[in-house]
């Protein structure tokens, strides 16, 4: 692919530029990228299995509390666009002893591009170029989670707090505020997990710093000099079920299908409309005697326009594989392997570690 950072830069500045004195959905998809090789892996169908630290992330909160341990800590990176994005993840829980299987969870994320060439005082006054003008800057998006999670009448439900920053240079900054709410429970043998993310509507409100030299640049250039944007992101429902099958004492498999529901409109997924819109998730884990494991997924099921104009179906699929060495988790996801829409494939690799109690102190196992 021949992205280059500038390109993307240009693009991130238009968006913001044609949102002058307006209000834009179809936003923040930075959050909703998968947080943790685990999960991502598997084509983002996590929902119901989601346990641990990064609950927080996949199901608001619910089963924050559950992992053998008193606390937990994972991080993550990954890049895309052949490294040109860079997305960071970190988060923390604790169980709270004082409140029955409650457990507090704390995550950061981080999206961005940096070292972008500022290309506004390129040309001077007298048509000459001089490249002794053009500044580096980053455009970066951020979120901050916070959440609790705690057992709930034989189920596990929680919250999530997300409060949003997105910078770009000294152009422009951007805060926000959104919930999500979750549960999961069991029937049988079968798992499922409910989120409600940005159940409330996240609202991002946008604030420009132009000089105005680079106002005076931007107009003469045939540009739009933005005043003032606010985003909102609609509420989106994701439901998943799950079940693990013990083939062999060595051998286990772990399917889930989510179906995610979004309402900010008509999006290309597999069921379409002016309402809402519907997209599946699939994904499935193979376990080698709980220390080993492979994973499959896939995620983005829609409709493109083939060379001849005919439409096909396509899928982005995904690929992993973990490893459990004592307290340590190490898992790597391989993303967009074979996808038909041109994307680099993207790399992701976290490490999440438990800690363990003292000998004194009999341990909680997960529910």
Do not use: C
């Not at 570690?353 to 909680?364: G, L, N």
């Amino acid at each position: 692919m021949a992205t280059r950072p500038w390109i993307w830069a240009l693009a991130t500045i238009g968006l913001i530029a044609s949102g002058q004195s307006a209000y834009r959905i179809y936003v923040n998809e930075y959050l909703y990228l998968g947080a943790g090789g685990e999960g991502m892996s598997q084509g983002n169908a996590f929902v119901s299995r989601a346990s641990g630290t990064e609950s927080i992330y996949w199901s608001g909160g619910a089963g924050l509390h559950k992992y053998d341990g008193p606390a937990q800590v994972i991080g993550m990176y990954s890049s895309y666009f052949g490294g040109i994005v860079q997305y960071l993840y970190l988060g923390f829980s604790r169980k709270l002893h004082n409140v029955q299987g409650g457990a507090i969870g704390f995550s950061l994320l981080r999206t961005g591009v940096d070292n972008i060439p500022n290309t506004l005082y390129l040309v001077q006054p007298d048509g000459s170029l001089d490249f002794n003008a053009v500044t580096p800057f980053s455009a970066a998006d951020y979120a901050f989670l916070i959440s609790y999670g705690q057992p709930f009448k034989g189920m596990n439900a929680g919250a999530t707090v997300k409060i949003l920053h997105r910078k770009a240079g000294t152009f422009a900054t951007a805060w926000g505020f959104g919930i999500d709410i979750g549960i999961q429970g069991r029937y049988k043998k079968w798992k499922w997990g409910i989120v409600g993310k940005d159940i409330t509507s996240t609202f991002t409100v946008w604030k420009f710093s132009f000089t105005d030299e680079e106002k005076f640049i931007l107009r003469s250039t045939g540009n739009v000099v933005p005043e003032r944007s606010w985003e909102l992101a609609t509420p989106r429902f994701i439901a998943g079920v799950s079940r693990k099958w013990q083939v062999k004492s060595w051998l286990s498999v772990e399917p889930e299908l989510d179906v995610v529901l979004t309402t900010d409109g008509k999006r290309n997924v597999l069921i379409r409309t002016d309402v809402v819109s519907v997209e599946p998730l699939v994904g499935v884990s193979v376990g080698f005697a709980d220390v080993a494991w492979v994973r499959l997924g896939a995620h983005t099921i829609q409709k493109i326009s083939g060379w001849a104009g005919k439409e096909f179906w396509s899928a982005t699929p995904t690929l992993g594989a973990g490893l459990k060495l004592g307290t340590i988790n190490i898992d790597y996801a391989l993303l967009n392997i074979g996808s038909v829409n041109a994307a680099l494939p993207s790399h992701v690799i976290s490490i999440r570690y438990t800690f363990i109690y003292p000998e004194s102190t009999e341990s909680e196992p997960r529910q």
